[in-house]
């Protein structure tokens, strides 16, 4: 933060500034000039949507969304606050994490959304984390159906049982980022990485940005080791991969297909908040790129990649006509470039989602997650066929 | 060891250096990438401050490496291989085939005109403009050679076309050209590959993708008269005239998203140029500039910025811009942007975008290290081997000039040139002059009398068809033939070649010619050569004439050619007129004392001295204090290498002592400077007060500079302890340890002290930011716990590394940025004690903050030295209006004075930190021993003459003289009845440059300047009006 040479840029490109008056770089030197407690007292760090976009333009590179986050854990346990109105669905998401992190309570989850054909076990080489998808039944339409795509995506390649764990427990990123609860993410993260350890995986896999961002990121900072035992894959890095490994090819789109033309939302937590050299911004495109020479058609919206604009919430926090606001004006743009939205956060697609229900002019986009639009996409490539074409 | 010399890159660096170089007495191959010298700033429109035409002030330097026989000029060559070492090294060229034959091309550009037209971007305006096939990069390249090119080339490509051929009259187009390796041995290698500013590779932010969004370079071309809009202010898309124009400052420097964490150095100042010339262009345009901090690096450089803002109304944004956005329809840019001042978003709205991109390292600068074996440094510039000495690479025997080595502009590029130049001759001192060309003229001078019939010979050129196709040059040479007193007239094609050379002696002696005139193009660049030919044919230099009917007639009266035919009639004409009247004139030889005389024992002064001294000079240092080193005494620690300035203060003491050709006087005075270049008698007294004459050939002035003491200002007072400068600070830091710094928890320093005021001291001192910054790293060190807070206006830390230097303090201290409207306001708590209250407006939070604090430091700007008048007085040299020595040009010429054999380096010039004033030093001494090389100098002949009969000594002809060359001295006159004192003007002729300002002063006509007098001058009006 002490490099900060006060150029205002950050300022400048805050995508919250645009709704509400809104200055990380004022912020920044309030700290810096001794007023660190004026900062925290004010609570206005807890608007921010640690979306990063500061970060991304910042010509010192100085983590403005790590800075919010540590502030939001001092504003808790040094300023006694408590932002219990700003939490979106009066909490319960969060309240549901933070009992998952009592040490003796267990979540035994039912598997009942398990697809047909999908064979899944507790012991085996590749895990798929679920994450929060099945607590969303209840409030969302069908969250399902992003775990049972991806499930059937895994399974449909890998022919074999798939772990997926019952007593599965939340990654924590809400808690981390949004209610600054160092404490009981540091719980959390450890009960999942005992459990991870326990069904003998190599490879987890997870189609949520927050859980991947999570667990690539923040876990392997808790548990220096944890890269060298488990491989973290997206989903849309494991699509990646099979393809490349010439496993697995795409499908040409049928007289029929209604999903031709698409466009892409990029989530901040797989863009502006991994290193570059990870680079699934480029990765989903490469995807998309051999669509398009299959036939589909694939429009980049203006703000694209790590300069996408923000869904408007993040961790469950600040649900309200500002981030509203936001939602709409990523929608319109998704508007003019394609019918159909793909995205690989679910939250991303349940912020867009409700906002459908307000208003009319875009109710009509289609908004996919990335598993359900690759699942019918996908083919395996059998070598012996291939080899037996070519004799 | 070779007394040759290879210089990689033919910009203003390298074109300085190699001029310099052969004037030290070695060979120069001059090898460029490109097929012209001239570099970057041959592009540009205009330099700053004076605002002067770029090309205008470095063509004629262009001019005089093509005319140089001691220059072999390589272009459109690359370096292949280096091997060998320092004294000795082996090099291969790559000749790249330009298609047409160099020695046959006479730049007459028929081949281009003829050319098909299919057509490039062009890339010397910045890809803006257009060129053919067959082209020349710019009408002014140098050498002034054509070439093809080869993936356009119809007949290279396809066999078919084949048309230039057929009009080149010259026979110069070959396209069976292949590359060709260049084999030379040279001494010592110079590197000076300047920089690039590309656009394409940045962050989309800055839009440089849209239309109407450019890079400053290109809009220096969209600014010049010779550019691709001939100078009108339009912008790419529709080529209308913008209305708003937003200037962007840091696009994409000091960004590590971008990867240059440095300040590129020089935009700051370009940018306040490029807006001043904008409105002069168009007085509707209204000019913005976002900007960050102001680094204004150099001599007056701040008050330039400031003149932008107040004279020229251009309005200064402080913000980083967040990003361009296009407009489709209008093509217009919206610039997304917080007012810091207001902390209010704002859109602004503009017709044209100019970005200061980074300027980098130049393409190729990695290969070009690996064949030469020398480093990069982080930033991939070329690696300095020594901070004290950034000329030398790491490899002995190569040197580095120029941008190549880290960001610096065109004055400090001119300085560091010349000072490689003079430690490459140190280096090759026992083989100078092995390898120079002297021309040597055989051929006794026939005597002309003023009463011998004129007889003149004249000679047409048709350059082509680039005079011939507009001037109807054989009819012209008839009307020619007719004119009284032409014995001889004849037309060619080409009046510059080899054969035609021949030709005019051949003319000469055949027709007994006495005077000789060639019409052709212009005499810039060719008068020296056709006078080198008379001379060869034995007539004095001084008896020919040139008449440019090329540039005056056949260029601009294109559209008429009747008119243009008429007019090189008069113009030939007029010359026959002055030719009549023309007489042979005298060049005298002048003997160079070969040695030097430093003024001022500082860091600048030793170091002019100990390269003069290993050039095998003579050298006098004289120093008014009892010690050498000057301000260095005063100093703890340099930065940004943190090593003690005392280590280096005492090398370079024992060098000088150690070192023969050095005499030393110490406690000792100027009284008295006589004479002129090469021939100076210097009275100074010495330590024991015995007066002693010096017999100098060349002065140095190396007075430094010294710190400003605040007087009353901010609590500055005898009695208040803990308020000091930061020299104080230094003194404390030096030898004081630490203890002095219990009690005290927290240190307030505060910048631009009584600097960049509206009025008094008015300019940026430069080197105070660095300074400043440099002893909060110290004082932390010393007392870890110590809270600094810094309070600033802008940080100048322009210069390779200093950027990082002060991202590593930044997070030291606390930085307060405030305002000259609201200074801070410091008062103290009690009588008794050292505390005190700071009260200042904080811009950045726009609101007061009030703190106490125990220590206040103030960086105060470095002033000049005392008593300068004086000095200034009996050299006869200018002081600017801030007390510093004035240079004969702030942007050429920077450590030279108008006055011949006098030069000036270090603080003296400007305030600036030791690694520039080492350099300045070095460049100095390189400049002051072009003349002691030479041992002698032939003055020229056309010098100002007073008829002392017509002069009555008002003094008029002195005061106006730019080069000090007139005197006005006192003799007694005797007559009948009572004697008289006199006073008459002397021109001394060593020192005169004909530049004729004294007799268009002279109120009494009693000056005249030889070969342009006024029988000559009113003959030739006379012409025009009386004859036809």
């Not at chain 1, 990380?24 to 810096?32: G, N």
């Not at chain 1, 981390?176 to 987890?204: D, M, P, R, S, V």
């Not at chain 2, 990069?137 to 290279?156: G, M, N, W």
């Not at chain 2, 001037?471 to 037309?491: F, I, K, S, T």
Request: a neutral charge.
């Amino acid at each position: 933060m002490k490099h900060c040479y006060q150029c205002g840029r950050c300022s400048g490109v805050c995508q919250l500034s645009k709704v509400q008056k809104y200055t990380p770089s004022k912020i920044i030197q309030l700290i810096l000039e001794g007023f660190e407690e004026k900062v925290l007292n004010s609570g206005v760090l807890w608007d921010c949507l640690t979306c990063n976009q500061c970060l991304k333009d910042c010509p010192e590179k100085i983590n403005f969304a790590d800075i919010v986050r540590i502030a939001r854990y001092k504003m808790r346990h040094e300023a006694n606050q408590n932002p219990e109105e700003l939490i979106a669905h009066k909490g319960i998401y969060t309240t549901i994490a933070e009992i998952m992190s009592r040490p003796y309570i267990e979540p035994k989850r039912s598997l009942k959304w398990v697809p047909k054909g999908c064979k899944v076990t507790n012991k085996g080489d590749i895990l798929y984390y679920v994450g929060c998808l099945p607590f969303y039944e209840y409030e969302f339409e069908d969250p399902l159906s992003i775990a049972q795509n991806a499930l059937k995506i895994i399974c449909q390649i890998e022919k074999k049982p798939i772990i997926v764990l019952e007593e599965e427990t939340c990654c924590g990123h809400d808690i981390y980022w949004g209610q600054g609860k160092l404490k009981t993410f540091i719980k959390l993260a450890q009960k999942n990485l005992e459990k991870f350890e326990k069904t003998g995986a190599t490879t987890i896999i997870t189609a949520c940005a927050e859980c991947y961002r999570t667990f690539k990121i923040d876990y392997a900072k808790l548990f220096p080791n944890l890269s060298s035992k488990f491989q973290i894959k997206h989903l849309i890095e494991y699509v990646y991969d099979k393809w490349k490994q010439k496993e697995i090819q795409f499908k040409k789109p049928s007289k029929t297909s209604k999903d031709v033309e698409f466009t892409y939302h990029d989530p901040c937590r797989l863009s502006r908040f991994l290193p570059e050299e990870i680079n699934l911004t480029d990765k989903v495109r490469e995807i998309f790129a051999a669509l398009t020479k299959l036939g589909y058609t694939f429009t980049e919206m203006k703000h694209n990649k790590s300069n996408s604009l923000c869904c408007g919430v993040n961790s469950w926090m600040n649900c309200n006509e500002k981030s509203k606001a936001l939602r709409y004006k990523r929608m319109l743009e998704a508007k003019t470039a394609a019918p159909i939205l793909v995205t690989s956060c679910p939250k991303c697609e349940i912020h867009f989602e409700c906002l459908q229900n307000d208003f009319e002019d875009i109710a009509e986009i289609q908004i996919l997650d990335f598993s359900e639009f690759i699942v019918d996409k996908i083919e395996m490539i059998n070598p012996k066929t291939e080899g037996e074409k070519k004799k | 060891m070779e007394a040759s010399v290879l210089v990689i890159g033919g910009g203003i660096a390298g074109i300085q250096t190699s001029l310099d170089l052969t004037e030290l007495g070695f060979k120069v191959y001059l090898v460029e990438r490109s097929p012209s010298i001239g570099g970057r700033m041959a592009q540009l429109d205009k330099t700053f401050p004076t605002n002067d035409c770029s090309l205008c002030i470095l063509a004629p330097k262009m001019v005089e490496v093509f005319r140089n026989p001691n220059i072999e000029l390589l272009t459109y060559c690359e370096v292949k291989k280096v091997e060998g070492n320092a004294g000795d090294f082996r090099v291969t060229i790559l000749k790249k085939p330009r298609y047409i034959d160099e020695s046959k091309c006479k730049g007459c550009g028929d081949c281009a005109s003829k050319c098909p037209k299919i057509e490039v971007p062009n890339l010397f305006d910045m890809n803006l403009g257009k060129r053919k096939s067959a082209y020349i990069p710019f009408p002014q390249a140098v050498p002034p050679v054509y070439l093809i090119d080869p993936e356009l080339c119809l007949k290279i490509n396809k066999g078919v076309c084949g048309v230039c051929a057929k009009v080149c009259q010259a026979e110069a187009i070959d396209f069976e050209q292949k590359p060709q390796d260049v084999l030379l041995n040279v001494g010592a290698i110079v590197v000076s590959t300047g920089f690039d500013m590309p656009a394409h590779n940045l962050s989309s932010r800055w839009g440089y993708s849209y239309d109407n969004v450019v890079s400053a370079m290109e809009y220096e071309r969209i600014l010049c008269a010779s550019g691709p809009f001939g100078g009108h202010v339009l912008r790419p898309s529709d080529q209308t005239e913008p209305e708003k124009i937003a200037f962007v400052q840091c696009a994409g420097s000091r960004d590590l998203h971008e990867g240059v964490s440095y300040c590129s150095s020089v935009c700051c100042m370009y940018t306040a140029k490029e807006a001043i010339i904008t409105k002069e262009h168009s007085e509707n345009s209204k000019c913005f500039v976002f900007r960050h901090d102001i680094r204004a690096y150099g001599k007056n450089f701040y008050e330039f910025t400031q003149r932008a803002q107040q004279e020229y109304g251009v309005k200064y944004f402080q913000t980083k811009i967040s990003k361009i956005e296009e407009e489709p329809e209008s093509k217009d840019l919206l610039i997304h942007f917080e007012n810091l001042k207001t902390g209010e978003f704002d859109n602004f709205h503009a017709n044209l975008v100019v970005l200061a991109t980074p300027l980098v390292p130049s393409q190729g600068s990695m290969e070009l290290a690996k064949i030469l074996g020398i480093k990069l440094d982080e930033y991939k510039f070329f690696k300095e081997r020594d901070y004290y000495n950034k000329s030398k690479s790491t490899k002995d025997g190569i040197y580095l000039c120029g941008f190549c080595q880290g960001p610096m502009d065109i004055p400090e590029t001119v300085a560091d040139a010349s000072g490689v130049a003079g430690q490459v001759a140190a280096l090759l001192n026992s083989v100078k002059f092995e390898q120079i060309k002297e021309k040597e003229i055989e051929v006794p001078e026939l005597e002309v009398k003023s009463t011998d019939e004129p007889r003149i010979g004249v000679l047409i050129c048709h350059c082509g068809i680039n005079i011939g196709k507009y001037v109807h040059v054989p009819l012209l040479a008839e009307y020619v033939r007719a004119l009284p007193n032409v014995v001889h007239c004849e037309d060619n094609l080409y009046s510059c070649s080899s054969d035609s050379q021949a030709r005019i002696k051949e003319l000469i002696a055949n027709h007994k010619l006495n005077r000789f005139i060639v019409a052709s193009c212009t005499p810039r660049t060719h008068e020296s050569l056709f006078q080198e030919t008379c001379q060869e044919a034995g007539l004095n230099k001084y008896l020919f004439e040139m008449v440019n009917i090329r540039d005056q007639c056949s260029w601009v009266h294109m559209d008429d050619a009747e008119a243009a035919t008429q007019k090189a009639k008069d113009l030939i004409r007029m010359a026959v007129a002055k030719s009549r009247l023309l007489s042979p004139l005298k060049e005298e030889l002048l003997k160079i004392t070969p040695t030097s005389l430093i003024i001022g024992g500082g860091v600048a002064g030793m170091t002019a001295a100990l390269n003069l001294a290993n050039q095998g000079f003579k050298t006098f240092i004289i120093e008014k204090e009892g010690v050498l080193g000057g301000n260095l005494n005063y100093l703890n620690v340099l930065y940004p290498i943190e090593e003690n300035a005392s280590d280096f203060l005492n090398r370079t003491i024992k060098e000088v002592n150690a070192n023969k050709n050095i005499q030393i006087y110490l406690n000792a005075k100027i009284q008295d400077i006589k004479g002129y270049v090469g021939n100076y008698i210097v009275s100074i007294i010495d330590s024991k007060k015995k007066p002693q004459d010096l017999s100098i050939g060349t002065i140095i002035v190396a007075t430094g500079g010294k710190e400003h003491k605040p007087k009353d200002l901010f609590q500055y007072k005898k009695e208040n302890k803990n308020v000091m400068t930061q020299l104080e600070l230094e003194q404390k830091l030096k030898e004081k340890g630490k203890s002095w710094l219990e009690g005290i928890n927290r240190v307030t320093t505060i910048l631009c002290v009584n600097a960049r005021q509206h009025e008094g001291i008015t300019y940026c001192s430069n080197i105070c930011c660095g300074n400043s910054i440099k002893n909060i790293g110290l004082l932390k060190k010393l007392k870890p716990e110590l809270e600094i807070v810094v309070l600033y206006r802008d940080l100048q830390m322009a210069k390779k590394r200093y950027e990082d230097y002060y991202r590593e303090r930044r997070k030291e201290a606390i930085f307060l940025r405030y305002d000259l409207d609201n200074l801070p306001i410091i008062s103290k708590t009690s009588k008794s004690q050292e505390d005190y209250n700071v009260k200042v407006f904080d811009t950045n939070l726009q609101d007061f903050l009030e703190f106490n604090t125990d220590l206040i430091v103030l960086s105060t700007p470095m002033v000049p030295a005392d008593n300068l008048e004086e000095l200034a007085k009996m050299l006869k040299v200018p002081l600017d209006k801030n007390g510093f020595f004035l240079e004969a040009h702030v942007k050429l010429r920077p450590l030279d004075f108008a006055t011949d054999g006098i030069f000036l380096c270090g603080c003296a010039q400007w305030p600036k930190n030791i690694q520039d004033t080492i350099s300045q030093a070095n460049g100095a001494a390189g400049r002051a021993s072009r003349f002691l090389s030479a041992k002698e100098i032939t003055t020229s002949g056309i010098v100002a003459e007073v008829d002392p009969i017509n002069c009555i000594g008002c003094g008029k002809c002195q005061s106006v003289c730019p080069y000090n060359a007139i005197d006005i001295l006192e003799s007694t006159k005797e007559f009948e009845d009572v004697s008289l004192v006199v006073k008459k003007s002397f021109i001394n002729s060593a020192l005169c440059k004909g530049c004729g300002t004294c007799a268009a002063t002279c109120p009494n006509g009693a000056i005249s300047i030889k070969q342009y007098d006024f029988d000559q001058i009113s003959a030739m009006i006379d012409s025009y009006l009386l004859e036809t």
